[in-house]
């Protein structure tokens, strides 16, 4: 009778040895499955050097590359989009910059008045006009882009600059912004010339490349100069990041000089 209670009472304590063992296997899979779940890294941002929300219309850009397999309606799409993923920016469509254009009779926009005219009609705060200057697809892709942004008072910038002139638009912006005549000249000029060939164009094709390539592909971040198309995507969010820090480094002159 005795061995017959010892047995009833150990039973359970074997079924509970049992059951916290099985509750620490679980426990220990969820832990090493949490483990091997893929990283998702989070890709770089730009951000707005605006107080209040801005909004941008794209120009179509001139293609002065020679080459006339060049799309420029393309790289305007990509330089739009470039701009509306900027935190605190709105872009609209360029199909809306044509629309606009044609309702107001504009075949190009080339005076600083017309740039004005066409943010008015549009109900935007800056203008941005581009130029393709370079544009070689075989791998190592080469392109270059030069921005220029023409922006309204709301923007606390002048307008102005004359858009007809590639020579301008193809200038190296240097942290002193555009050295144009004074009242001829847009608030922010950005130009860059990226060749896959050059190591430090590399390290920032790979930067820019996570979080926004697909996991674990045969090229990884390679990728982006086997396809031209993704390449000039990449190389024109370089020229929109160039663009809002020159926007950074004048207002934040602009700030002091009121102080």
Same mark, same amino acid.
């Given at each position: 009778m005795t061995s017959a209670q010892t047995m009833l009472k150990k039973r359970p304590e074997r079924e509970l040895s049992a059951l916290g063992l099985g509750l620490g296997l679980a426990l220990l899979a969820a832990l090493v499955g949490c483990q091997t779940k893929p990283r998702i890294p989070m890709p770089g941002v730009l951000v707005s050097p605006y107080a209040a929300e801005a909004a %941008?219309?794209? #120009?179509?850009p001139r293609n002065e590359t020679g080459a006339s397999f060049v799309d420029p309606d393309a790289v305007g799409d990509k330089i739009v989009a470039a701009l509306a993923?900027?935190?605190?920016l709105h872009c609209v469509p360029i199909n809306r910059t044509i629309e606009a254009m044609r309702a107001l009779d504009l075949p190009a926009v080339t005076t600083p008045?017309?740039?004005?005219q066409l943010a008015r009609v549009m109900g935007v705060?800056? #203008?941005v006009a581009g130029t393709i200057t370079a544009y070689d697809p075989y791998n190592?892709?080469? %392109?270059g882009v030069s921005l220029a942004l023409y922006a309204m008072p709301s923007l606390s910038g002048d307008t102005g600059g004359p858009l007809d002139d590639p020579r301008l638009l193809s200038m190296q912006a240097s942290d002193s912004g555009y050295t144009g005549a004074?009242?001829?000249?847009?608030?922010s000029v950005e130009?860059? +010339?990226?060749?896959?060939?050059? +190591?430090?164009?590399l390290l920032k094709l790979r930067r820019y490349a996570e979080g926004r390539k697909e996991a674990e592909t045969a090229l990884d971040w390679r990728v982006y100069t086997a396809s031209m198309d993704l390449y000039t995507q990449f190389a024109v969010h370089e020229a929109?990041?160039?663009?809002?820090? +020159?926007?950074?480094?004048?207002l934040a002159r602009m700030a002091a000089k009121d102080h």
């Amino acid at each position: 009778m005795t061995s017959a209670q010892t047995m009833l009472k150990k039973r359970p304590e074997r079924e509970l040895s049992a059951l916290g063992l099985g509750l620490g296997l679980a426990l220990l899979a969820a832990l090493v499955g949490c483990q091997t779940k893929p990283r998702i890294p989070m890709p770089g941002v730009l951000v707005s050097p605006y107080a209040a929300e801005a909004a %941008f219309a794209v #120009i179509p850009p001139r293609n002065e590359t020679g080459a006339s397999f060049v799309d420029p309606d393309a790289v305007g799409d990509k330089i739009v989009a470039a701009l509306a993923q900027t935190r605190g920016l709105h872009c609209v469509p360029i199909n809306r910059t044509i629309e606009a254009m044609r309702a107001l009779d504009l075949p190009a926009v080339t005076t600083p008045t017309q740039a004005r005219q066409l943010a008015r009609v549009m109900g935007v705060d800056g #203008i941005v006009a581009g130029t393709i200057t370079a544009y070689d697809p075989y791998n190592p892709p080469v %392109f270059g882009v030069s921005l220029a942004l023409y922006a309204m008072p709301s923007l606390s910038g002048d307008t102005g600059g004359p858009l007809d002139d590639p020579r301008l638009l193809s200038m190296q912006a240097s942290d002193s912004g555009y050295t144009g005549a004074a009242g001829n000249e847009p608030a922010s000029v950005e130009s860059v +010339h990226l060749d896959a060939r050059s +190591h430090d164009v590399l390290l920032k094709l790979r930067r820019y490349a996570e979080g926004r390539k697909e996991a674990e592909t045969a090229l990884d971040w390679r990728v982006y100069t086997a396809s031209m198309d993704l390449y000039t995507q990449f190389a024109v969010h370089e020229a929109v990041r160039g663009l809002l820090d +020159h926007e950074w480094l004048r207002l934040a002159r602009m700030a002091a000089k009121d102080h």
